[in-house]
Each structure stands twice: as structure tokens, then as C-alpha cells.
């Protein structure tokens, strides 16, 4: 208690009681805390130099100078005596904590900043990205078509069929458990494809004994079957337009084994064929080579 007193005394000799009364009462309260009172006279012992009245320039820079060596003075010299060692390690852990909050609220605040700029520019880019993407890759629907036979004697028929694999089309069948069919046309490959089943139609073979005899259309078979060939078709001006290779097929008498050969040319030609155990068979085969007994007919194509 006699270091508070002695401190006490020595701050009110060079504090004018005019002028720095509400000074002189903080530091009445604040050496109720010693240690902390001492560490902050030293650190901050030129505050006493405003206090003093003003004269002129030149008393005032003396006057400051006095009270500030003499206060430095009287401070030491009890600090010396009693508290020196802590007096001296408060003052500098005083320092060094301000430093460094200071150092590190500046750097969290910079830290900060640049996270924030980098997040909004990479979510700017992702989302042009996303969009850009879907844009391009999206697929448009498939069209589909009802089909009906035109410009024949059986004007107006539609293609029926069972659609199971092998399984031939016909127009105006004579037996039960077939229904008209709608198609589609894959846009990757040309194929013409049954809506329902997802089948692919194809030209068969295995009846034509020669390359004049056209092929018959029919659903094509699972796995890779030689007597089948994929047909190519696209829609021009309302009409059904279908290549297939040419070809034919012979079987061995003795083995059964079926033999099927592809000959130059295409074919290109629709056709329909009356068969009393069936119906108005479907046919594709050559314009240039029409055979007897069958009868060229247009199929047209109403996208649905």
C-alpha cells in the first residue's frame, strides 16, 4: 500500500488540479489495481505533458520535457525498490499482446476478403458451365408414324403385326392376333423401330431364292441372324423411303444349313403380295427389277 501512495503523490505534483482533476481521477482508480497502474505510468508517462496550462511554445516543449523525465524518474526509483522484475514483465507482456491482436485481426480480415471473392467467382463459373452443358446435350423426342399402305389396290391398309421377333407385317390380314402398328424412326441409325416393343424392322431373306425376289418385311430376330438385315428408312415429303442390301438365302437339302448371299445392288422398292393363308404380305425389293406377282405400292407417313 505505501508503493499506491507514494505513485499517488507523484502524479498529482505534475497534474494541475484546474485543469487535470478528471485525470488525476482516473488514475485514483486505477491504482486500486497496482500493477497495472505502474505498467501503464511507464509505458505512457509522456500523457502528462498536456495537462499543464499553456504558455507559449517554448514553455510548453520545456515543461513537457521536465515532468516527463522527472516522472520516469520517481517511478523507476520505486519500482527499483519493491516491484521492479514485475513492473518491467507486465509492461512488456502488455506490449506484446497488443501487437499481436493487432497483427492477427488484420490478417483474419484479409483472409476473409479474399475467400469471399474466390467462392463468388468459381459458383459463377459452375453455373455458366451447367447450363451450357445441358443445352448441348439435350435430345430431342423421336417422331413417330402411323403408317398405311398408298396409290395400291389396297389403298389406305395399315401394317399389322404380333410384334414378336421373326414375325412378319401384313396388310389386311386374314387371321387373328395381330394389330396395326406405329413406327419411329431412330435418328443415330436410320432403322425404322415398332413404338411398342422397341424391335427393329428388317428385310428377311430366307424365302428369296434369288437376288429378283424381294424380301419380306418382317420383325427382326434377337442375336445375330443371317437371314435378317436391318432396313435404313427416313420420311420424305409424307412417304415411307427404306434401303436394304440385296441378297438371298439357299438351305442345303441334306444338312438344312442355310446359306445366305449378298449381291450388288439395293433395295429400295416397296411391294405387297396376296397369300390366301394370310393376307397382303410386305416386301421390300428393287424398282428396276420388278418380279412377277408382286404389286409396287407407296407407304405413307403421318407423324402422330
Known amino acids: 500500500m505505501s508503493v499506491d501512495r507514494s505513485l499517488q503523490l507523484s502524479a498529482r ?6 485543469v487535470c482533476q478528471s485525470f488525476v481521477e482516473v488514475f485514483d482508480n486505477a491504482f486500486q489495481r497496482p500493477f497495472f497502474a505502474i505498467g501503464l505510468f511507464i509505458t505512457d508517462s509522456t500523457l502528462a505533458g498536456p495537462c499543464k496550462p499553456r504558455t507559449s511554445a517554448s514553455e510548453e516543449v ?4 521536465v515532468a516527463t523525465s522527472e516522472t520516469t524518474t520517481t517511478v523507476l526509483e520505486t519500482s527499483t525498490d519493491v516491484v521492479s522484475e514485475t513492473a518491467t514483465t507486465v509492461t512488456t507482456s502488455a506490449t506484446t499482446t497488443a501487437v499481436d491482436i493487432n497483427l492477427t485481426t488484420s490478417e483474419t480480415e484479409t483472409s476473409t476478403a479474399i475467400d469471399f471473392t474466390t467462392v463468388a467467382d468459381t459458383t459463377t463459373i459452375a453455373e455458366t458451365s451447367a447450363v451450357a452443358e ?3 446435350t439435350a435430345p430431342g423426342p423421336i417422331a ?3 403408317l398405311r399402305a398408298s396409290g395400291s389396290p389396297i389403298d389406305g391398309a395399315t401394317p399389322q403385326g404380333s410384334g414378336q421377333q421373326g414375325n412378319s407385317i401384313i396388310f389386311n390380314p ?3 392376333g395381330v394389330v396395326p402398328r406405329t413406327y419411329a424412326i431412330e435418328p443415330s441409325t436410320g432403322r425404322l423401330q415398332d413404338t411398342d416393343t422397341g424391335r427393329y424392322v428388317c428385310a428377311y431373306y430366307g424365302s428369296s431364292r434369288t437376288p429378283s ?5 418382317a420383325n427382326c430376330r434377337d442375336g445375330d441372324d443371317k437371314r435378317y ?3 435404313t428408312c427416313k420420311a420424305v415429303n409424307g412417304l415411307l423411303s427404306c434401303t436394304a442390301s440385296r441378297g438371298f438365302c439357299v438351305t442345303d437339302d441334306e444338312t438344312d444349313e442355310v446359306t445366305c448371299i449378298t449381291t450388288p445392288g439395293v433395295n429400295d422398292q416397296f411391294y405387297y403380295r396376296y397369300s390366301p393363308n394370310g393376307g397382303d404380305y410386305w416386301y421390300v425389293g428393287s424398282a428396276s427389277d420388278i ?3 408382286y404389286t409396287p405400292i407407296n407407304v405413307a407417313a403421318t407423324k402422330l
Do not use: R
Request: net charge neutral; proline share 10%; hydrophobic share 40%.
Open 13 to 18: 505534483q505534475f497534474l494541475p488540479f484546474t
Open 229 to 231: 438385315n436391318f432396313m
Open 134 to 136: 445441358t443445352t448441348t
Open 213 to 217: 425376289v424381294p424380301a419380306m418385311v
Open 144 to 146: 413417330t408414324y402411323s
Open 291 to 293: 418380279p412377277a406377282g
Open 62 to 65: 520545456t515543461a513537457t520535457s
Open 174 to 176: 386374314n387371321f387373328s
